[in-house]
């Protein structure tokens, strides 16, 4: 079973950065996707960007212009950058690793994300 942790978040304000880390267990199975996702109070949780082994990623709209998704040769973390803040990205930030074809995905216990305007 592969565990996810992330790290990085905080308290920031509108206009700043954080990079987000996420960091598994083990190494990921090839076709594994990563991704963020975030849920604000009282929302459910929505996609923020995804990446794919090969390195093709998809922001949701939101993200565009403002964060990246990345990840290591190590195939065990992955990051997502975040600049220009806004307080609207306040939400809880989880990672995740789903694999298509196998039909699971992990999720981590997510790290809090608070922008303040």
């Known amino acids: 079973q592969v565990q996810l942790v992330e790290s990085g978040g905080g308290l920031v304000q509108a206009g700043g950065s954080l990079r987000l880390t996420c960091t598994a267990s083990?190494?990921?199975?090839?076709?594994?996707?990563m991704g963020w996702y975030r849920q604000a109070p009282g929302k459910e949780r929505e996609l923020v960007a995804v990446m794919n082994k090969g390195g093709i990623s998809h922001l949701a709209d939101s993200a565009k212009g403002r964060f990246t998704i990345s990840a290591d040769n190590s195939e065990k973390t992955w990051y997502l950058q975040m600049n220009g803040l806004k307080p609207e990205d306040t939400a809880v930030y989880f990672c995740?690793?789903?694999?298509?074809?196998?039909?699971?995905?992990?999720w981590g216990p997510g790290t809090q994300v608070t922008v303040s305007s």
């Open positions: 083990t190494e990921l199975l090839s076709m594994t996707i």
């Open positions: 995740s690793a789903r694999h298509p074809t196998l039909g699971y995905t992990h």
